[in-house]
């Protein structure tokens, strides 16, 4: 389902205003049977006010795109968790989805390591394992981030088939050198830079917490 642009009335607002004004200035003019010189400037002014609120109005429209438009995502709810996993590991894993999942706009989230999936969350994907393709790869060799702001214009969008098909945006993001968390939003360009800095700080502190479980070989052990 599509969202509606809450500011939608405002963006319009100087325009309306604008071409009611130019068509009540008209309407008196055409009724006002002797025109008199004074009438005549405050009629020239009013419709320069008219036009410079038109005028306003477009700018806003250029200057302040309306918000992407939100999908509803196709697929479950689910909470899938390695059962393997140390407690201790589950609780900070469960932790971290249930926090981006709820102060980000990710709908749908996975989490790679060690060559496995460990963790699925939110709206699940018709695949149920993480297999990294070009772009999770890329990032689990360059250390960075990649942000797919429109994920149909990719084509290495094949590699996501374990998100919901119409995911709309996506995050893949290095846990350390040995993980990817990847997440899936329901619009495109939707991410801001401040969730993007919060992604980051918590795949450091996923990456220190599942690296000291392995150091003692409670994952990969």
Known sequence: MAQSDPNKIIRRLPIVVGALGECLFFLNRVFTPELLSSQSRSDALGVIVCAVLILVGLLWRQLQPTAPEAVELEGESGFELDPDLPESVKTELAWASHILLTNTVTRSLAIYYQGKTILRRGVLGPEREVKPGAIAERVLTQQ????????????GKVEFNYLPDNTQGVICQPIGSEGVLVLGANAPRSYTRQDEAWVDAIANKLDYTLSQASSTLEISG
Do not use: H, M
């Open 144 to 155: 960075k981030p990649v942000y797919l702001v429109a994920l149909k214009l990719y084509p």
